[in-house]
T-cell receptor, first 114, second 111 residues
Framework: NAGVMQNPRHLVRRRGQEARLRCSPMKGHSHVYWYRQLPEEGLKFMVYLQKENIIDESGMPKERFSAEFPKEGPSILRIQQVVRGDSAAYFC????????????FGPGTRLTVT | SQQGEEDPQALSIQEGENATMNCSYKTSINNLQWYRQNSGRGLVHLILIRSNEREKHSGRLRVTLDTSKKSSSLLITASRAADTASYFCAPDQTGANNLFFGTGTRLTVIP
């Protein structure tokens, strides 16, 4: 039973380029969460999605960031026109439900903007 | 703040000793979860304690929850070098869609 998969593991982008981060949840999980972690800090919630729906995007920056979780395929976190401040580790987690459910985390994608 | 706040920020102990980490939060919760993060890796779920539970055990881990004080503690007994990691508490806030993480306790176990 594969865990949460994220790719790429490392991504280097120049300022102004686009970054696409992918997350495949655990089998049977339909709830996906994206978090961002800056160096020496905890994880900050960005967005919560279910299949084809954004449930809560209260942690997403208003501009340049978007997320989707299509009916088929992985969840995508997209960052347009990246800036150096976007450099961070981005973690995806999945759960089988909402509420009293543990979240299973992927290994993360480390984005470096040069 | 909606997030859990771990204390201490860093803890260094000898192998074989016990390690205790504390977490405080400010809102009502459904449950509280503890996670571990090894350097450069994703988080690993350790244990979940529900709001109506006071204590829970899992192997060498013991978690307590005091909802009246809005606090939790994680005890790791007979620590090992492999326990070296950052530990985060995540209160599952009532009505929230996500977990709120603090900055963690960085535990170093010296062989």
């Amino acid at each position: 039973n594969a865990g949460v998969m994220q790719n790429p593991r490392h991504l280097v982008r120049r300022r102004g380029q686009e970054a696409r981060l992918r997350c495949s949840p655990m089998k049977g999980h339909s709830h996906v969460y994206w978090y961002r972690q800056l160096p020496e800090e905890g994880l900050k919630f960005m967005v919560y999605l279910q299949k084809e729906n954004i449930i809560d995007e209260s942690g997403m920056p208003k501009e340049r960031f978007s997320a989707e979780f299509p009916k088929e395929g992985p969840s995508i976190l997209r960052i347009q026109q990246v800036v150096r401040g976007d450099s961070a580790a981005y973690f995806c987690a999945s759960s089988s439900g909402q509420g009293v459910y543990e979240q299973y985390f992927g290994p993360g994608t480390r984005l470096t903007v040069t | 703040s909606q997030q859990g706040e771990e204390d201490p920020q860093a803890l260094s102990i000898q192998e074989g000793e016990n390690a205790t980490m504390n977490c405080s939060y400010k809102t009502s919760i459904n449950n509280l979860q503890w996670y571990r993060q090894n350097s450069g890796r994703g988080l690993v779920h350790l244990i979940l304690i529900r709001s109506n539970e006071r204590e829970k055990h899992s192997g060498r881990l013991r978690v307590t929850l005091d909802t009246s004080k809005k606090s939790s503690s994680l005890l790791i007994t007979a620590s090992r070098a492999a326990d070296t990691a950052s530990y985060f508490c995540a209160p599952d806030q009532t009505g929230a869609n996500n977990l709120f993480f603090g900055t963690g306790t960085r535990l170093t176990v010296i062989p």
